[in-house]
């Protein structure tokens, strides 16, 4: 009776961090759910020698994040100095002939040259090593393949790393390629999930609840400076960022809602360095802005408020491949 209810628990909380994960083909990617051994359930977790693989604290969202770790061994080949390694590894069903886009947030305990690597039908991809929380992506095609053996892997190396929010989106028409787009997901230190944010100066960030969609929306406000340059109010900046995928030679639309008080100039979002300046709204209003990745594979959402007084309210941001109506165009 008690294996029952267990199972059911995990059920329920599986379907519950599913609806939470949207589209997210990654089963418990957020190491959020626990088996009857204390390991995250749904992932196979592998290792050699004396390496450790455990649910830590340290998470970049929630509660928990797995951390791999690996030592130095006699028995190291090469100029290596460890046999260690520690896997984490999840098969996936996925549709051939598709796009998907692999991610996941990670950091070391130390700077070095060691790195960690993962495995997209057997290709081997190295990650270099950060101690702040980095997202990486990767945008690939399935082909003929209907499944997807993902591994994440510590090999060889002498250190400690951490892993979190393991996603895998199949891309859809309008799929929005931005994560927690509204802002309506936070960290535990108040900065809005997914996204990056640069500070210099004494700006105010602040994700709070005056909004047009969803539960939250992302603030920014600039305040007078003394020892401002000529010509400007304030010393203050921020950028808010996100690092987007793409297919090349194929157009997009990013559209978001925003709003302004007592600007003293204008703010501005770029898309990889275009830079598109916005008037002042009391008001919502919707922005949208078109472009055409050529032979890009990636590119850079930034909304950037620099050496300005007032207040900018942003919401709603999406970033979706652009509709192509009847004639193909």
Known sequence: MYRIVMVFIII?????SSAEAGNNLVLNGSFEITDTTGMPFGWNIQRSGDASLMLDADAYVGEKAMMIETHKTEDAQGNYLSSESGRLVQTISIVPNSHYI???????????????KYYIFGEANYLRSFTRWTKTMNLFESGN?????????LFQRTSKVWIDQV??????????????????DVRKDGTPVGWIIDVQGSPTIKVENTHIYGDRCLSIEGHPGSNA?????????????????????TLYNLTFWYKTTRLSDRFKVEI????????????????????????????????IMEKRTGKVWINDVEFIESPVDEDGQ
């Open 167 to 184: 996603n895998l989106i199949k891309l859809k028409p309008n799929t929005n390629y931005l994560s927690n787009p509204g802002f309506d």
């Open 272 to 303: 990889s360095g275009e830079s598109y300046r916005l008037p002042d709204s009391f008001e919502w209003v919707c922005k949208t802005v078109t472009i055409n990745s050529k032979d890009n594979d990636n590119a850079i959402i930034r909304f």
């Open 12 to 16: 329920f909380l599986l379907v519950a």
């Open 229 to 249: 340059p000529k010509g400007y109010p304030t010393t203050d900046r921020v950028s808010v960022t996100q690092p987007v995928l793409l297919k090349t030679n």
């Open 102 to 116: 692999l991610s996941f947030w990670y950091k070391f305990d130390h700077m070095s040259g060691d790195s960690i």
């Open 145 to 153: 393949e209907n499944r997807l053996d993902l591994t994440i892997e």
